[in-house]
């Protein structure tokens, strides 16, 4: 028995005060409210109706079902409009996760103006440098600097950064600007993760080059490792984004840009799903236009 669908028949009878005309008010036979009637009364194990071949009136236990009745159905229709709404207009929890530098200078501005418009929406935003699996940690958006290889995703592009190699100027000044990557065999370099691979890679003529600097000092984090770099302690390799206003500064200079390796694509990536809900829509549009023409 569908025993919602039961409760719409009682109801409509009880409000028609006949069988006949509840049946024309659901669109449906005679015979099938009959029997949605005779499962709720069984199912209930009690008569809702007194019946006669003249008048259809309720029981004691009819009239005191009724109330109860309605407030479920009202109750199911609020729901529905509810969830109506919120897939027309933006509302609900949303997480987001993006790496930690990234997010903290580009992801969390642009996500405070997406919150600044939407005043429905609630937002957590997990900043990881790991790769975070979205659908077991329930996350619903995450900002990838890196090509997709998760299938079950949907990765859409926001722009593209590269992979940059920097140095400050007073270092250059005093030991000359390398212009070949051959020049950075061993000489002193800085680390922004303690697990980095000892080899840079740069790409000459369609061609792989390897080159194995040597690694004087090295962090878990990438800021300290910007600022080592730029008081003379080496050359860092790092995306072109983290040190981008250093340069503007002139606390570093990048070099070697002929030899850089083909730039990453940044992502806004979600789960497979025909139906989005629309806060989640919002935002991926959202950090499309944000991030519209990206190139760094």
Known sequence: MDRFKAMQTFVQIADQGSLTRAAETLGSSLPAVVRALAALEAHLGVRLF?????????????????????????AADAADLALKAEAREPAGQLTITAPVLFGHMYVAPAITRFMQRHDKVRCTVLLHDRTVNLLEEGIDVGIRISPLADSSLVAQTLGTIRRVVAVSPEYLARHGTPRHPRELHGAPCVRGRVDAPPQWVFHERGKTISVTPSCRLEFNHLAPAIEACAAGMGFGTFFSYQVLPHVAQGRLKLVLEDFEPPPRPVSVIYPNARLLPARTRAFIDWMKAEFSGLRM
Request: net charge positive.
């Open 50 to 74: 007194h019946r006669t071949t003249r008048r259809l009136s309720l029981t004691e236990e009819g009239r005191h079902y009724l109330p109860s009745a309605r407030e479920v159905l009202l």
